[in-house]
Nanobody, 116 residues
Framework: QVQLTESGGGLVQAGGSLRLSCAVS????????MGWYRQAPGQERELVAG???????NYVDAVKGRFFISSDNSKNVVYLQMNNLKPEDTAVYYC??????????WGQGTQVTVSS
Protein backbone atom coordinates (compact mmCIF):
# COMPACT_ATOMS: atom_id res chain seq x y z
CA GLN A 1 0.00 0.00 0.00
CA VAL A 2 1.23 3.47 -0.88
CA GLN A 3 -0.08 6.60 0.79
CA LEU A 4 0.27 10.04 -0.73
CA THR A 5 0.04 13.22 1.33
CA GLU A 6 -0.26 16.49 -0.56
CA SER A 7 0.38 19.98 0.73
CA GLY A 8 1.12 23.48 -0.49
CA GLY A 9 -2.17 24.57 -2.00
CA GLY A 10 -3.84 27.84 -1.17
CA LEU A 11 -5.03 31.19 -2.41
CA VAL A 12 -2.70 33.31 -4.50
CA GLN A 13 -3.03 36.34 -6.75
CA ALA A 14 -2.53 36.05 -10.47
CA GLY A 15 1.16 36.13 -11.30
CA GLY A 16 2.11 34.53 -8.01
CA SER A 17 3.73 31.18 -7.28
CA LEU A 18 3.01 28.09 -5.24
CA ARG A 19 4.86 24.85 -4.70
CA LEU A 20 2.88 21.69 -4.18
CA SER A 21 4.43 18.73 -2.39
CA CYS A 22 3.41 15.08 -2.41
CA ALA A 23 4.99 12.87 0.22
CA VAL A 24 5.09 9.22 -0.85
CA SER A 25 5.06 6.57 1.85
CA UNK A 26 7.02 4.05 -0.20
CA UNK A 27 10.57 3.97 -1.47
CA UNK A 28 10.94 5.54 -4.89
CA UNK A 29 12.66 2.45 -6.25
CA UNK A 30 9.19 0.90 -6.63
CA UNK A 31 7.75 3.89 -8.44
CA UNK A 32 7.54 3.99 -12.23
CA UNK A 33 5.62 7.23 -12.71
CA MET A 34 4.73 10.33 -10.70
CA GLY A 35 2.27 12.93 -11.85
CA TRP A 36 0.20 15.92 -10.91
CA TYR A 37 -3.37 16.22 -12.13
CA ARG A 38 -6.01 18.87 -11.65
CA GLN A 39 -9.75 19.06 -11.76
CA ALA A 40 -11.70 22.28 -12.03
CA PRO A 41 -15.42 22.43 -11.18
CA GLY A 42 -17.49 20.86 -13.92
CA GLN A 43 -14.45 19.64 -15.80
CA GLU A 44 -12.67 16.33 -16.17
CA ARG A 45 -9.46 15.60 -14.33
CA GLU A 46 -6.43 16.28 -16.52
CA LEU A 47 -2.75 15.49 -16.38
CA VAL A 48 -0.77 18.65 -15.68
CA ALA A 49 2.75 17.25 -15.38
CA GLY A 50 4.27 13.79 -15.33
CA UNK A 51 7.70 12.45 -14.45
CA UNK A 52 9.08 9.03 -15.25
CA UNK A 53 11.85 7.30 -13.35
CA UNK A 54 14.33 7.99 -16.14
CA UNK A 55 13.80 11.69 -15.59
CA UNK A 56 11.56 12.48 -18.55
CA UNK A 57 9.01 15.17 -17.77
CA ASN A 58 5.98 16.15 -19.80
CA TYR A 59 3.50 18.96 -19.37
CA VAL A 60 0.11 19.94 -20.68
CA ASP A 61 0.48 22.83 -23.13
CA ALA A 62 -1.34 25.27 -20.85
CA VAL A 63 1.38 25.12 -18.19
CA LYS A 64 4.55 24.69 -20.24
CA GLY A 65 7.21 27.15 -19.16
CA ARG A 66 5.33 27.99 -15.95
CA PHE A 67 5.07 24.70 -14.04
CA PHE A 68 7.91 22.34 -13.20
CA ILE A 69 7.75 18.85 -11.75
CA SER A 70 10.62 17.38 -9.78
CA SER A 71 11.31 14.76 -7.16
CA ASP A 72 13.59 14.36 -4.18
CA ASN A 73 14.25 10.66 -3.93
CA SER A 74 16.03 11.00 -0.60
CA LYS A 75 12.82 12.38 0.91
CA ASN A 76 10.32 10.45 -1.23
CA VAL A 77 8.65 13.68 -2.27
CA VAL A 78 7.45 14.91 -5.65
CA TYR A 79 6.98 18.62 -6.19
CA LEU A 80 5.09 20.85 -8.57
CA GLN A 81 6.50 24.35 -8.77
CA MET A 82 3.85 26.65 -10.23
CA ASN A 83 4.89 30.10 -11.40
CA ASN A 84 3.01 32.95 -13.04
CA LEU A 85 -0.28 31.46 -11.92
CA LYS A 86 -3.44 32.38 -13.79
CA PRO A 87 -7.09 32.29 -12.71
CA GLU A 88 -7.64 29.38 -15.10
CA ASP A 89 -5.18 27.34 -13.02
CA THR A 90 -7.75 27.27 -10.23
CA ALA A 91 -8.56 23.64 -9.46
CA VAL A 92 -8.06 20.81 -7.02
CA TYR A 93 -4.63 19.34 -7.67
CA TYR A 94 -3.98 15.64 -7.17
CA CYS A 95 -0.80 13.64 -6.97
CA UNK A 96 -0.74 10.22 -8.66
CA UNK A 97 1.90 7.54 -8.41
CA UNK A 98 2.24 4.30 -10.33
CA UNK A 99 4.39 1.49 -9.01
CA UNK A 100 6.19 -1.24 -10.90
CA UNK A 101 3.38 -3.76 -10.28
CA UNK A 102 1.04 -1.55 -12.30
CA UNK A 103 -0.99 -0.34 -9.35
CA UNK A 104 -1.76 3.35 -9.05
CA UNK A 105 -2.39 5.57 -6.05
CA TRP A 106 -3.93 9.01 -5.65
CA GLY A 107 -3.59 11.70 -3.05
CA GLN A 108 -6.56 13.39 -1.43
CA GLY A 109 -6.17 16.61 -3.41
CA THR A 110 -5.20 20.14 -2.52
CA GLN A 111 -7.09 23.25 -3.55
CA VAL A 112 -5.35 25.94 -5.57
CA THR A 113 -7.25 29.17 -6.08
CA VAL A 114 -5.85 31.99 -8.20
CA SER A 115 -7.56 35.37 -7.91
CA SER A 116 -7.51 37.90 -10.71
Amino acid sequence: QVQLTESGGGLVQAGGSLRLSCAVSRRNSYISFMGWYRQAPGQERELVAGLTTNGNANYVDAVKGRFFISSDNSKNVVYLQMNNLKPEDTAVYYCRVMVTTGLEYWGQGTQVTVSS
